[in-house]
């Protein structure tokens, strides 16, 4: 039996450290060459890290958050054979705590297998004393049920590490017959029950590294924000007129692809909205490629993956690139080419409309349009009242490198494109 010392590997692009997103493995797990043990979170992309070889986990480092470096050993495994590890040059490293954040060993934990572990006694679950105020530990599934219950777990007594309630002890306090509360019926029939408790969040990942770049943006950045309306009835009856006779295996048509053609020919005539500014340099680059960064909320969070030359791009290569980086995106498998390189940012609210909106710019990009959805309304046309599709457009810009004329002699073109769709391709 020997060692296997597992180093975190170089992804690439210049990264050289990564922060933990999550552990696929705990202490004592057995895994097989190439299953996942780890998610890192780079500065571009995350991604998942298999397993170097057949072992069990003897020792991990770092939890949820902490910054690892590239080329230190992060996961130890036992393995048939001699192993590694007196091939390693130096010992298993401690991560980097994420800012104002204290790293903690992984807790050493074996994943659920199909036989139930037996219940602790109910010893076991000595009754913890807290302090007023002080919340009891559970996870938030534990929590979900105990409200799912009407349950108070300030009143249950846990068996883990400092009194953590587990969902055994809830079993337990339930089977007891016992309740956190007793609610009053009101006349509905559905008993209230007041709550106080509070659940602490840590910010680490892709939820981290957004509000970096937020706050990098806003705080660095002279926003100017510019609003319009744009009257889409005839895009929307050309949309739907292409949708019905489109070839064969070409994608259905929203309204992004239109408004991607239209920025292509707006931009060229606003150079300066296309570009991106190194504030540090002094330089403001503009771009003849039009890469346009589209907006994705996704289950881990937002993203925003490029649509990259789309000057070069018809309306349906445009709408099949943009659905295969955005589902590549929502599913965890864009790669690092798809997710940098924009040079424009389109970030649409979809069906939840609104009217109005102040995007913050994808630095260092110096401007981003925000589209809401369509809605038909009462409109004035020639003295009469009439109905008309018409969409709202939120638009901010870099007022260091941007002036107000020039975005909104950019919203005004785009305006323009749309409401009279056939310029569009002309």
């Not at 180093?7 to 933990?20: A, H, S």
Request: glycine share 10%.
């Amino acid at each position: 039996m020997g060692k296997f010392e597992f180093k975190l590997p170089d992804i690439g692009e210049g990264v050289v450290e990564g922060e933990i997103v999550e552990w696929m493995v705990a202490v004592g797990d057995a895994v097989k060459e190439d299953d996942p043990i780890l998610s890192v979170m780079t500065d571009k992309a995350t991604v998942e890290i298999p397993a170097p070889c057949d072992g069990t986990v003897a020792s991990m480092v770092g939890d949820a958050g902490d910054i690892l470096p590239v080329g230190v050993v992060c996961i130890v495994f036992d393995v048939d054979g001699d192993g590694n590890a007196s091939e390693a040059a130096e010992p298993v490293a401690e991560a980097t705590p994420a800012p104002e954040e204290t790293a903690a060993p992984v807790e050493e934990k074996k994943a659920p297998t199909t036989a139930a572990p037996p219940a602790p006694s109910p010893a076991a679950a000595a009754p913890v004393s807290r302090a007023p105020g002080t919340k009891a530990l559970a996870s938030p599934a534990v929590r979900q049920r105990a409200r799912a219950a009407n349950i108070d777990l300030q009143l249950v007594a846990g068996s883990g590490p400092a009194g953590r309630i587990s969902h055994a002890d809830l079993d337990r306090h339930i089977a007891g017959g016992a309740s956190g509360a007793t609610p009053s019926m009101p006349m509905g029939g559905v008993p209230k029950v007041a709550r106080n408790g509070t659940e602490d969040i840590k910010v680490i990942g892709l939820r981290r590294k957004i509000a970096d770049g937020m706050m990098a943006s806003y705080s660095t950045i002279p926003h100017f924000s510019y609003f319009e309306e744009v009257d889409v009835t005839e895009l929307e009856a050309l949309r739907q007129h292409l949708n019905a006779t489109r070839p064969e295996g070409a994608p259905k048509l929203t309204y992004l692809p239109f408004i991607m053609q239209a920025l292509v020919k707006a931009l060229a005539q606003r150079p300066e909205c296309n570009a991106v500014y190194d504030d540090e340099a002094g330089v403001v680059t503009r771009h003849e490629a039009i890469n346009l960064g589209i907006a994705t909320q996704t289950d881990r969070g937002l993203y925003v993956p490029v649509v990259k030359h789309v000057e070069g791009m018809d309306i349906w290569q445009s709408a099949a690139e943009m659905g295969r980086v955005t589902q590549a995106t929502r599913d965890g498998k864009a790669g690092v080419d798809d997710l940098t390189g924009s040079t424009f940012t389109i970030t649409s609210l979809g069906r939840l409309g609104g009217l109005g909106a102040t995007p913050i710019i994808n630095k260092p990009e110096v401007g981003i349009l925000g589209v809401h959805n369509a809605k038909d309304r009462a409109v004035v046309q020639n003295g009469h009242v009439v109905v008309r599709r018409i969409m709202n457009l939120s638009s901010s810009w870099d007022h260091r490198v941007v002036d107000g004329h020039d975005g909104a002699s950019l919203v005004q073109l785009l305006k323009s494109y749309l409401e009279h769709p056939a310029t569009i391709f002309m």
